[in-house]
Structures are given as structure tokens and as C-alpha cells.
T-cell receptor
Framework: QQQVKQSPQSLIVQKGGISIINCAYENTAFDYFPWYQQFPGKGPALLIA?????SEKKEGRFTISFNKSAKQFSLHIMDSQPGDSATYFC????????????FGTGTRLQVFP | DGGITQSPKYLFRKEGQNVTLSCEQNLNHDAMYWYRQDPGQGLRLIYYSQIVNDFQKGDIAEGYSVSREKKESFPLTVTSAQKNPTAFYLCASSDRPASNYGYTFGSGTRLTVV
């Protein structure tokens, strides 16, 4: 119930293409869904986050789509660039809970020129 | 610059040794967390602390110990009871609620058993 399932494990995209990473959860008490970006040898950094009162949130080339009934959310990276090559983690937590983030297993994205 | 400092960046441990990983933050955050990162397994929570002098076990606390004597410091000790300690360890902090502010992570400590 506490798991967040993330797919795919790795993704190769051509420069300018769209990268899509999917996550699914079971715990209906989750109500905060952030995405983190991690470069090799560094800690993850918050990229974008969504709450279930909206179905989509966009920040620049990054968009989160959220489907509450399916308990799924996804990250779309438009016009993918080589600088986007990193590992991406989805996560979830309860808004009024312990602030613990439950992370997905990560997706390694490689964008080729 | 405000942030989280983890030290050392690389650490080598002999079998049977305890080692302590340092985590210091100057963000004035109440909550601090320790995660372990292994390839293909994402980030798994070891311990977390929401306030000074209080901490709770995460999902994989066995073989680890922590203390939170100061708001800015949350050291993690990897004890000899941890059978597979080789991993990348990440410390994070957040203001509360974390859903308003997100986590700030340090740059990690890579621990290797030799």
C-alpha cells in the first residue's frame, strides 16, 4: 500500500522528442506528488509537484498529468534536451501526515543529440 | 548559501566497523531525513526526525542509528549489524509541511565496505 511503482526503468529519447515517465500508487491517502531530478553523484532536486485537486501542472517543458481515479501520474518532458539526461524519481506523501516521501524506483533518461 | 552539507563524500569501512556519516543544514528546517539509494531500488527511508531530540524509524532502520541533538545536525551511524552497507546515502531536510516546500537533499556520501 505504501509503494509507488515507476516505469520505465530506463528511457532513451532523441533530442527534441517527448519523454514520458509513469508512476502508480495504491494508498488513497497520498495527496502530494513531487518529481525529483538527480544528476550522477548529486542529490535529487525538486523538479515539479502536483496535488490531486488539479489534473495537470506545467512548468516550462515539464508537465505532470494526474489521474486520481486510476491512481496514476506521469511526467512529460517536451522538446527533450541532452541536458535533461538524468535519473527521475516520482514520489508521494500524505499532506497532513508525517512528511515522509515514498519514492519510486527511478527512471534513467538519456537524451541523444 | 543555505543548504545541506554531507561529509565525507566517499567513505570506506572495514568489516565489523561502525562509521558515522555527517549531515548539517543551515536552512532552519525542522525535519531531517536519511535515505539509502541502491541501483534499481530508488530511495528508501532509513530514519527521519521532525523535531530536535525526536526521531522515528523508516522502512530499513535495522543496522543504523541516528541522533538529533541540534536542529541543524542529523548524523547517521552505520553499525556492524548492517550486513550490506555499501550504498549511496542521502540526507534531506524540509520545512513543514514538506508538501509546501519539498525536500532539499545533500550531495550524498558513498559508503563502500572493503
Amino acid at each position: 500500500q505504501q509503494q509507488v511503482k515507476q516505469s520505465p526503468q530506463s528511457l532513451i529519447v532523441q533530442k527534441g522528442g517527448i519523454s514520458i515517465i509513469n508512476c502508480a500508487y495504491e494508498n488513497t491517502a497520498f495527496d502530494y506528488f513531487p518529481w525529483y531530478q538527480q544528476f550522477p553523484g548529486k542529490g535529487p532536486a525538486l523538479l515539479i509537484a502536483i496535488r490531486p485537486d488539479v489534473s495537470e501542472k506545467k512548468e516550462g517543458r515539464f508537465t505532470i498529468s494526474f489521474n486520481k481515479s486510476a491512481k496514476q501520474f506521469s511526467l512529460h518532458i517536451m522538446d527533450s534536451q541532452p541536458g535533461d539526461s538524468a535519473t527521475y524519481f516520482c514520489a508521494a506523501s500524505e499532506l497532513y501526515g508525517t512528511d515522509k516521501l515514498i519514492f519510486g524506483t527511478g527512471t534513467r533518461l538519456q537524451v541523444f543529440p | 548559501d543555505g543548504g545541506i552539507t554531507q561529509s565525507p563524500k566517499y567513505l570506506f569501512r572495514k568489516e565489523g566497523q561502525n562509521v558515522t556519516l555527517s549531515c548539517e543544514q543551515n536552512l532552519n528546517h525542522d525535519a531531517m531525513y536519511w535515505y539509502r539509494q541502491d541501483p534499481g531500488q530508488g530511495l528508501r527511508l532509513i530514519y527521519y526526525s521532525q523535531i530536535v531530540n525526536d526521531f522515528q524509524k523508516g522502512d530499513i532502520a535495522e543496522g543504523y542509528s541516528v541522533s538529533r541533538e541540534k536542529k541543524e545536525s542529523f548524523p547517521l551511524t552505520v553499525t556492524s549489524a548492517q550486513k550490506n552497507p555499501t550504498a549511496f546515502y542521502l540526507c534531506a531536510s524540509s520545512d513543514r509541511p514538506a508538501s509546501n516546500y519539498g525536500y532539499t537533499f545533500g550531495s550524498g556520501t558513498r559508503l563502500t565496505v572493503v
